[in-house]
Nanobody, 126 residues
Framework: QVHLVESGGGPVQAGESLRLSCAAS????????MGWFRQAPEKEREFVAR????????YYADAVKGRFTISRDNAKNTLYLQMDNLKPEDTAFYYC???????????????????WGQGTQVTVSS
């Protein structure tokens, strides 16, 4: 079992930055591929970014490519999402998720992830 807790969300102005964190417990983060998803009101949960267990491979949604950076510190059992140049359309609940499958692919569908955090709200005003 893996317990994930996100933090770092909040209200910001367009163009500003935020860094989200996701602390893992119950299982070492180094055996898990990790992802970030987001969900805006009345919209489906959508993929944001993914990082392989070693950190060597990263994948991004087109909407955030060049602005967001996913990273991990396995020694601290923590996942990060650095979000720069935020836009109002980035407003959503952000969730971290863990994929315990062995192979690493660009898995963007929520169904590939077995463990989820409770989410943290990011609100970007113009």
């Amino acid at each position: 079992q893996v317990h994930l807790v996100e933090s770092g969300g909040g209200p910001v102005q367009a163009g500003e930055s935020l860094r989200l964190s996701c602390a893992a417990s119950g299982r070492t983060l180094s055996v898990l591929h990790m992802g970030w998803f987001r969900q805006a009101p009345e919209k489906e949960r959508e993929f944001v970014a993914r990082i392989s267990r070693s950190g060597s491979n990263t994948y991004y949604a087109d909407a955030v490519k060049g602005r967001f950076t996913i990273s991990r510190d396995n020694a601290k059992n923590t996942l990060y999402l650095q979000m720069d140049n935020l836009k109002p359309e980035d407003t959503a609940f952000y969730y971290c998720a863990a994929d315990s499958n062995y192979d690493d692919y660009a898995r963007t569908g929520p169904a590939w992830y077995q463990y989820w955090g409770q989410g943290t709200q990011v609100t970007v005003s113009s």
